[in-house]
C-alpha cells in the first residue's frame, strides 16, 4: 500500500492519506471512475500534490467511496446517488430509483 503524509492547508497537524492506486483497492473502484467522480464533484480527493497532480484521498473518504461504487453498481443514476449522499434525508428517500437492478 502506498502512503504519503500531505500537510492539510488549514491544520497543523498531518493527516494519512493514500494515493489514487492504494485508495481504489482499498474501495473497489477503478482510477479512471474516480477521476470521472473528481471532475463530477461527488468524491474529490483530500488534496492533489501540486507537484505531480497525484490525487490523494483519506481514509475518512472510504465509506463515501463505497457507498458511490454500491450505488452505481446497482445501476442508480449519478444525480440521484449525489442526493443520497450530499442531499437532506427527506430529499434522499424521495431520489429516483430508475435503473434499479436486482439479482438474486
Given at each position: 500500500?502506498?502512503?504519503a503524509r500531505?500537510?492539510?492547508?488549514?491544520?497543523?497537524?498531518?493527516?494519512?492519506?493514500?494515493?489514487?492506486?492504494?485508495?481504489?483497492r482499498?474501495?473497489?473502484?477503478?482510477?479512471?471512475?474516480?477521476?470521472?467522480?473528481?471532475?463530477?464533484?461527488?468524491?474529490?480527493?483530500?488534496?492533489v500534490?501540486?507537484?505531480?497532480?497525484?490525487?490523494?484521498?483519506?481514509v475518512?473518504q472510504?465509506?463515501?467511496?463505497?457507498?458511490?461504487?454500491?450505488?452505481?453498481e446497482m445501476?442508480?443514476?449519478?444525480?440521484?446517488?449525489?442526493?443520497?449522499?450530499?442531499g437532506p434525508?427527506?430529499?434522499?428517500?424521495?431520489?429516483?430509483?430508475?435503473?434499479?437492478?436486482?439479482?438474486?
Amino acid at each position: 500500500m502506498t502512503w504519503a503524509r500531505v500537510h492539510p492547508s488549514a491544520m497543523a497537524v498531518f493527516e494519512e492519506v493514500l494515493m489514487i492506486g492504494a485508495f481504489d483497492r482499498l474501495v473497489g473502484l477503478m482510477p479512471c471512475a474516480m477521476r470521472f467522480y473528481d471532475d463530477c464533484g461527488v468524491l474529490q480527493p483530500a488534496s492533489v500534490d501540486p507537484a505531480t497532480d497525484d490525487r490523494l484521498y483519506t481514509v475518512r473518504q472510504e465509506r463515501r467511496a463505497v457507498l458511490l461504487g454500491d450505488f452505481r453498481e446497482m445501476g442508480r443514476p449519478l444525480s440521484a446517488v449525489r442526493v443520497v449522499l450530499d442531499g437532506p434525508t427527506q430529499e434522499a428517500s424521495l431520489a429516483p430509483r430508475d435503473g434499479i437492478v436486482c439479482s438474486r
